[in-house]
């Protein structure tokens, strides 16, 4: 059983930065491919950033405009979201998701960090 919880999340001024963390619990954390999505209120979930299991590649969703930084630390099983210079229109529920080596979607979700920017 796998289980990802984020943390971190909060209301915060734009402009401001915060980072997010998702622990993995469970399994070997080094095996899995990890991601962060977001879903906006009323709006699909749409994908932010990945990072493959090693930590060597990062990819980004293609909206994201360089500022945002996925990171992970596989000795303390953790992935992490740097999110900088907020703005309102980034208020949303971010999930961490994890994907096997051998999975084509992602397998396991935490339970989300609700992250709201005021103007």
């Known amino acids: 059983q796998v289980q990802l919880v984020e943390s971190g999340g909060g209301l915060v001024q734009a402009g401001g930065s915060l980072r997010l963390s998702c622990i993995v619990l469970g399994q070997s954390f080094s095996r899995y491919r990890m991601a962060w999505f977001r879903q906006p209120p009323g709006e699909e979930r749409e994908f932010v950033a990945g990072i493959n299991r090693s930590g060597g590649s990062t990819t980004y969703g293609g909206l994201m405009g360089g500022r945002f930084t996925i990171s992970r630390n596989n000795a303390n099983n953790t992935v992490y979201l740097q999110i900088n210079s907020l703005k309102p229109e980034d208020t949303a529920v971010y999930y961490c998701?994890?994907?096997?080596?051998?999975?084509?979607?992602?397998?396991?979700w935490g339970q989300g960090t609700q992250v709201t920017v005021s103007s």
């Open positions: 998701a994890a994907k096997g080596s051998e999975s084509v979607q992602y397998d396991y």
